[in-house]
Every structure is written in C-alpha cells, then in structure tokens.
C-alpha cells in the first residue's frame, strides 16, 4: 500500500467509523478549555473532567483567577498530575491573558505559545477546536500512532510527525484527523498492548505487518 493510499483508507475509514471525532475534554468557551489542556498534560481527560466543574465555577474568567491564591488554586487542582507546576501555569496564564490580551484567549499560534503551560501541542488544540483552524496536534497517541502505521517516516520529533501529517491529510480534515488518531491510541493502539487483533485499520499498519507476518 504505497502513502497516498494508505491515507485514503484511513479517512475513508475513519469517515465512516468515528466521523463526529471530537475532544473528550469538558468545556464551554476558549478560555475553559485552554485550562482544561494545560491541566491535561501527562494527565487522563477523565481525571480532568473530574476537577474542571468546581474549577470553572470559582473561576469563570480569567480576571477572577488573576485574584486568586496559589493555595485556592492548588486545592482545586491537587488530584491532577504535577498540580505544583500546573497551579503556577494556570495562575500565570490567567494574568498573562488580562494583561496582553485583555482576558480573551488569541487566536494564533505564536501568542498562544506566549502563555504559562502552553506549548505547540496545546496551542494546536486550541487552534483547532475552538478556532477550527487547520492545525495538527500531536501528543504521545499520535505520535505512536502515526509511527506505527506507517503514515510518517523517520519522524523522530513530534514537530516532525505534525509537518508530515499536515502535508499528507487534506487541510479540512486536519482538526478531525487529530482526534482520529489520538482515540486510537487511547482505545485500541495501546502504547504496551496494542489490540491489533480485530482492529479495523491493521492492513494499513507497517506494525501489524512486522509482528505478524
């Protein structure tokens, strides 16, 4: 199956088995979610989506969170992994935007990249889901992902993998192709058991090929 088919079949695919591909985070606005991505960040969306509801009450704007203290946030935060380093992050992402950019989360990737916590992958995320802007993230599914297929090659670096996806799948399909490929890491291309038996893209994977053939 040479690159440009092996594409094909995997939106075809996709299409027609997870066409409403969409984030498994929990908000309402821009800003919510930009919180809700920084809390995500070697994190489960569930433990997340746990914590987001009180958060999200007490801090509706990011003006109310500029007044807070390190302890109110970190109470709130706690059960999240690394809830030192993320307190500080939200705090300062908070401050950041009603400085800047007058409480209003920017639309582009080079001011996003500006704030406490916000990396390329997250900026991407924003990008994409809010501002349905043609960005690829790409986490530790989809890196994982895209290797194991095939789809990338001698992509060493997440930068890497992201140029290449963004060069293969077309411009439209770009926000929806991350959470393809970053559900079936989570569900089905486990990072230590991949469930390659009955998954339904394995005769498009260089992996499934190499172990088992």
Avoid at 47 to 59: D, E
Wanted: net charge positive; aromatic share 10%.
């Amino acid at each position: 199956m040479t690159l440009a088919q092996k594409y094909k079949f995997l939106i075809e695919y996709f299409q027609k088995n997870n066409p409403n591909a969409a984030s498994e985070l929990h908000f309402s606005n821009a800003y919510e979610l930009i919180l809700a991505v920084v809390l995500s960040a070697q994190c489960t969306d569930k433990r997340v989506n746990m914590i987001t509801p009180a958060l999200f009450s007490r801090f509706p704007t990011p003006f109310e969170l500029t007044n807070a203290s390190y302890e109110e946030v970190y109470e709130l935060i706690k059960s999240v992994s690394y809830p030192n380093n993320k307190t500080k992050h939200l705090m300062g992402l908070a401050q950041k935007l009603v400085a800047d950019f007058n409480g209003i989360v920017p639309d582009n990737l080079e001011a996003l990249t500006s704030l406490p916590g916000v990396g390329r992958k997250s900026a991407n995320v924003i990008l994409s889901v809010i501002f349905d802007k043609p960005a690829m993230a790409v986490d530790t599914h989809v890196f994982r992902v895209a290797n194991r297929l095939g789809i990338v090659k001698n992509a060493t670096t997440p930068l890497e993998v992201e140029k290449q996806l963004v060069q293969h799948f077309p411009e439209h399909l770009l926000a929806r192709a991350h959470h393809w490929l970053i559900l079936h890491g989570r569900y089905v291309c486990l990072a230590r058991t991949p469930k390659c038996v009955g998954c339904g893209i394995s005769s498009a994977c260089d992996y499934y090929y190499q172990k088992y053939s």
